[in-house]
């Protein structure tokens, strides 16, 4: 490593010791949280994995620098929290909103200048911001509280954020290799780094003082000044509190004084009668709380006859999510606009129509992936998926994994098409591969013989 990278580290390091002392919020440091090995580890993390990603954007500078430091403070934010929950008897689902109020703010912070800044930069700050929603695992308060356990958080949280890092590795992987040293910074700063902290302090959860304690205390807000988060009752037929809202909101990126939804009975699709809504099946919510309707028809995400997933009509929604799926299971995207689908388990096929801008995450299909009629379409398989259909599409990245490699790709009308494999030759690095949209036609023998058209260049 030389001189200049280890300055630039040192500096990094010293910025974040000077904003730990900013964001504390007269939350002191007291001895006891000092010598607390989790603590102690927490500032080990802080100072040489994030460490790591702010030398990076230190060289880039810009955008990049400024969301960074949004995610410097996120993560200092959320060790006040954990010095926090040694002191205070854990939350009730009311009051946890309260409790995580100055994370999420920070969330929101970073969320606003990815959202509302054209920037050349625009895919580091997706990447950084949603990131952050990783963050979300110390507010776990058990079983019940709306989201998985902290481990399977981080991971969760982290592959929506690496579809945007990975487009920062495909477009400067030969033009400039700060900005890949900034996007495998920032994936392992969550993956292995802070899943392997949670896995080794806290795998169950953030530890509360005991109830009884003498200096047991209820979650208070921070001196701080910080913003309430109430769910206004307004635009919501039955409000939810928690974790689940706190994560429905971070995920979003939206004002948190939006509604969130609870299923109820007569809104589930069997027993709906204007189909409309988002909503899950056998009653359980789905984490993609703000819905974003299209002029030619309501937004849904539902399962219909407990074996078709529709997700239609959404526009600008990120955040789409489908958990309880399987392989009995379809799922058919229509007529979406500038969307993230993500779908956590592995389905029967999935069929993506008339999309614009649309990037769609899955675990794995049993028969086919189909891209028609869309376009700007990228599709990132992390499992196997047999045969990938693209019809009438024009441009389309597919990324596709060590298991998915023997997957056949058929193409009809279609161009710009790009297929991305990891690289046998480095670590992390994606391999481009252009897949041919031009043909020659020759006849010969009695009969025409078709092949694609090479170029090459000088």
């Known amino acids: 490593m030389g001189e200049a990278l280890i300055g630039r580290l040192e500096a990094a390091v010293s ?6 002392g900013g964001v504390r919020g007269g939350l002191p440091d007291t001895t006891a949280s000092a010598q607390d090995p989790a603590i102690v580890a927490f500032d080990d993390l802080v100072a040489s994995a994030l460490g790591r990603v702010s030398a990076a954007a230190g060289k880039i500078g810009a955008d990049v620098a400024e969301v960074t430091g949004l995610v410097e403070k996120a993560f200092l934010v ?37 959202e509302g800044t054209r920037s050349i ?9 949603g990131s952050l929603a990783a963050l979300a695992w110390i507010g776990y308060t058990g079983k019940g509280c709306g989201m998985p356990l902290p481990i399977a958080h981080v991971e969760e949280s982290w592959q929506m954020a690496e579809f945007y890092s990975n487009k ?47 200096t047991n205390k209820a979650p208070s ?10 769910i206004s009752s307004a635009s919501s037929s039955q409000p939810k509190s928690g974790m689940s809202a ?62 078709k997933w529709v997700v239609e009509h959404h526009v600008g929604n990120k955040s789409l999510i489908i958990e309880d799926c399987d392989t009995k299971q379809s799922v058919y995207v229509y007529g979406c606009k500038d969307c993230v689908l993500q779908v956590k388990g592995k389905v029967n096929n999935i069929t993506i129509d008339k999309c614009t801008k ?68 480095t670590d992390g690095d994606w391999a481009e591969h252009s897949l041919p949209q031009q043909y020659i036609h020759a006849f010969k023998d009695g009969q025409f013989t078709t092949s694609p058209v090479s170029h090459s260049g000088a």
Not at 283 to 296: D, I, L, Y
Not at 389 to 400: A, E, R
Request: glycine share 6%.
């Open 15 to 20: 910025r974040l010791e000077a904003l730990s």
């Open 78 to 114: 959320g060790k006040n929290l954990l010095v926090r929950t040694n002191q205070t008897q854990k939350p009730t689902m009311e009051s946890v909103t309260t409790f995580m109020g100055p994370l999420n703010e920070t969330i929101l912070e970073a969320n606003a200048l990815a």
């Open 121 to 129: 930069y625009a895919n580091h700050l997706k990447a950084a911001a």
């Open 168 to 214: 920062v590795l495909v477009e400067y992987k030969n033009k400039d290799p700060d900005h890949v040293e900034w996007a495998k910074a920032l994936k392992e700063l969550y993956v292995p780094n802070l899943r392997d902290y949670v896995k080794r302090y806290y795998p169950l959860g953030p530890v509360w003082q005991p109830p009884g304690s003498a």
């Open 221 to 230: 807000v921070p001196s701080a000044p910080s913003t309430s988060l109430s």
């Open 246 to 307: 706190v994560f429905a909101e971070i995920s979003s990126g939206k004002p948190v004084t939006q509604g969130l939804r609870k299923v109820t009975d007569d809104m589930k699709s069997k027993n709906r009668t204007d189909k409309t809504g988002v909503v899950a099946a056998e009653g359980k919510e789905t984490r993609n709380a703000h819905s974003f309707s299209s002029t030619k028809g309501p937004a849904k995400l539902e399962l219909q006859m407990g074996r």
């Open 358 to 425: 649309v990037g769609v995450l899955f675990k794995g299909v049993v028969a086919a992936c189909e891209i028609v009629n869309c376009n700007s379409a990228e599709v990132q398989c992390e499992g196997s998926v047999p045969t990938i259909s693209i019809d009438n599409t024009s441009g389309c990245q597919l990324y596709l994994s060590k298991e998915s490699l023997e997957t056949s790709i058929t193409t009809a009308k279609s161009s710009e098409i790009n297929a991305l494999v990891p690289d046998a030759n």
